[in-house]
Every structure is written in C-alpha cells, then in structure tokens.
C-alpha cells in the first residue's frame, strides 16, 4: 500500500534553532518528492520537488534530502525564523497513474520568539 | 499578480443546497486540480483536468462534478451538500501532471461550512 508518513506530529522551537523534518513512505515505484510549506489559511506552497537521482536539495534555510533506497526524505530548516511557523507536508509521486500523489499528514511547527 | 485564485474565500450553508466554487489560473497551465482538507488538515486530491481529460479520484462522491469552461477555468460544483462536505476546498494547478515533477501552485483555498 502506497503511504506516507511524517514525524513529528507537531514541534515547537526556539526562533533561531534549527529543526528536522522526517518523512517516510512506502510509494513504489517512486517517481519524485515534494515538501510543501503551508501557512495558516492558506494554499501549501512548494519548498522543493527531488527525483530519484538527486539526495539533496536547498531552497534558501529549507535544505530536503532524500535516501531513496531506505525511502525517507528530511527536511532541515536552518536558523529558524517566526515566519516558519506553518504546516510542512510530504508529496511522493507514483511513477504511473494520473492522480498519483501521495500526501502526509504533515508537521505543524510553530517558531516561538 | 495573483496566480491561482478562487472565489468565495468563504461559504456558509444549509444541507441540500447546491453551490459551486470558482477558480482561475493565469499561468498558461495544461492542468488542473481541485483538492479537500478535512479538519486534521490532511489534503486529498479529488479531481484532475488536463486536456479535456477528466480524472477523478473513485472516493469522491457524485455530487461533485468540476467544469472547465476553459483551460484558465475548472468550477467545482457541488449537488445536495451534506454535513461531512464542510472542509476547505484548494484548487490547484501545474504545466503538466504534477507527478511528473511539474510544479503546482495552489489557490488560498475556499472554506466551506454546511450548517
């Protein structure tokens, strides 16, 4: 069964401390992974998009990674800032089929002054 | 410039009633997506369009029905709305599929309460 699954469940962090994401799944054959960052009332917005052959991937303090052989994906945010605090979900792709991205249920971290 | 947007932001309703939400992209995209997040946040893909081509995720129930009066336009309307209907509804688009590693962008979404 194709899932995806991201720990933690939610986090709280200093603002300035660095935090890690984990995502894990199960999608086969896998095709690409997304983490998306969405705020509160608002559409996600994506951070990064890794193919197979990429293991790690920067957008600004976002740096994903991904280990395709043991399926897991991180997402480490660097120096955190008040505005992080939002919702970080997980995207894998199927390799065939149409409607072939799999969701996480997301991490909702919250950035604390 | 906005590039994916929807109206209304907001919906309140009574059970049974018939209502639809609008959205527009103004990116040129091939694809588009309407997508439901339940209360524990988690999104769930209900329909794609690309091309004429309607796929339908087999969960979603036949009250929803999407219309694409053209490519910058996919409607999603919804029949004899039900208490379990209330979420916030994300339209989406992308240049191609999105699970070919196209980018989707996502509209600030539509919040719909059935009363």
């Known amino acids: 069964k194709n899932q995806v699954e991201q720990s933690p469940q939610s986090l709280i962090i200093l603002e300035g401390k660095n935090c890690t994401l984990q995502?894990?799944?199960?999608?086969?054959?896998?095709?690409?992974l997304r983490w998306y960052k969405q705020d509160t009332g608002r559409g996600p917005v994506s951070l990064t998009i890794?193919?197979?052959?990429?293991n790690t991937k920067s957008n600004g303090r976002y740096t994903a990674t991904l280990d395709a052989d043991t399926k897991q994906s991180s997402l480490h945010i660097t120096a955190s800032q008040l505005s992080d605090s939002a919702s970080y979900i997980c995207?894998?792709?199927?390799?065939?089929?149409?409607?072939?991205?799999?969701f996480g249920t997301g991490t909702r971290l919250t950035v604390i002054p | 410039d906005t590039a994916v947007s929807q109206t209304p932001k907001y919906l309140v309703t009574q059970m049974g009633n018939d209502k639809s939400i609008k959205c527009e992209q103004n990116?040129?995209?091939?694809?588009m997506y309407w997508y439901k997040q339940d209360s524990k946040k988690f999104l769930k893909i209900m329909f794609s369009?690309?091309?004429?081509?309607?796929?339908i995720n087999e969960t979603v129930p036949n009250r929803f029905s999407p219309k694409s009066p053209d490519k910058a336009h996919l409607n999603l309307h919804i029949n004899s709305l039900e208490l379990g209907d209330s979420a916030v509804y994300f339209c989406?688009?992308?240049?191609?599929?999105?699970?070919?590693?196209?980018?989707?962008?996502f509209g600030p979404g539509t919040r719909l309460t059935v009363t």
């Open positions: 989406a688009s992308s240049q191609g599929l999105a699970g070919g590693s196209y980018e989707q962008y």
């Open positions: 995502c894990n799944y199960t999608v086969s054959p896998f095709s690409n």
């Open positions: 890794m193919t197979f052959s990429e």
């Open positions: 995207v894998v792709s199927h390799q065939t089929g149409a409607n072939n991205l799999f």
């Open positions: 990116l040129g995209h091939d694809t």
């Open positions: 369009y690309n091309n004429k081509e309607l796929i």
